[in-house]
Structure formats: C-alpha cells, structure tokens
C-alpha cells in the first residue's frame, strides 16, 4: 500500500444484508473510488443496479460520506476494534426519483434507517469493546 500506513478492511453491506467484500484498502482510498469498486463488483443477480457512483450513498457511522474524501478522513476510530473489519451500508438512489411520486421520501427514509442502523452497529461494537 502507497501511504505507508496500515491497510483498513472494509465490507459494504447492501440493502438487502449481503456483502461486498470484506476486502483491505489504503487510507488514502477515496471515497469516490471505493464506489467505482462497489460498481465493479455489484452481483449481477440483484433487482437494483445502480449506474454510477452518483447512484450511491456510502454510510459510516451514521454519516453519509463525500466522495471527495478519503477513507482515512472518513473513518471514526471510537468503537472500531484494532484489526477489525469496518462495515459501511451502501444505499442505492432509486431510477429517477420524482418528487411528485413519494418515491423521494422513501430513499429519505432508507437513508435515515441506514443511519440509524450504522450507529446502533457502532454502539454495539464500542459496548463490545467495554466488557
């Protein structure tokens, strides 16, 4: 790995539980990139394909991530394991999300569960880490 330090292995968690990965990546990863490589290796067999990497949302703790960022700057360190694997929740942005037809206010919805979800995993794990 380029930057020197410690790679940081990651999973994407799909909407529907299954994963992508786990797979190690350098820190200095951007978030960008780590979406192109969601595409790449999207399943085939999935109902929902996104297109590009603007069809994506990437989740880290409760936080939507930019692209412009790096997966160092994303991470957040307080409740990670050392060594351990980080697992980021990807949500697909529907096909053509119109504002007249409620389809909108569901992926708000989807990507506010993601949030919530991300962070219970979080706590979990940092719990985890105090016993």
């Not at 380029?2 to 994407?12: H, L, N, Q």
């Not at 980021?88 to 409620?102: E, I």
């Amino acid at each position: 790995m380029a930057s020197g330090k410690e790679p940081i292995e990651v999973r994407f968690r799909l909407f529907d539980g299954t994963d992508i990965g786990p797979s190690k990546y350098d820190s200095s990863t951007t978030v960008s990139a780590l979406k192109e490589l969601i595409l790449a290796r999207w399943p085939q067999d999935k109902d929902i394909v996104p297109k590009t990497v603007n069809d994506l949302k990437l989740i880290n703790a409760g936080r939507i991530l930019e692209n412009n960022r790096t997966l160092a700057e994303s991470r957040v360190p307080v409740g990670e394991v050392p060594g351990s694997v980080i697992t980021m929740h990807v949500v697909v942005r529907p096909p053509q999300a119109d504002k007249n037809s409620g389809i909108a206010d569901n992926f708000s919805l989807l990507i506010f569960f993601c949030l919530l979800v991300s962070l219970v995993n979080d706590l979990e794990s940092y719990l985890h880490i105090l016993n």
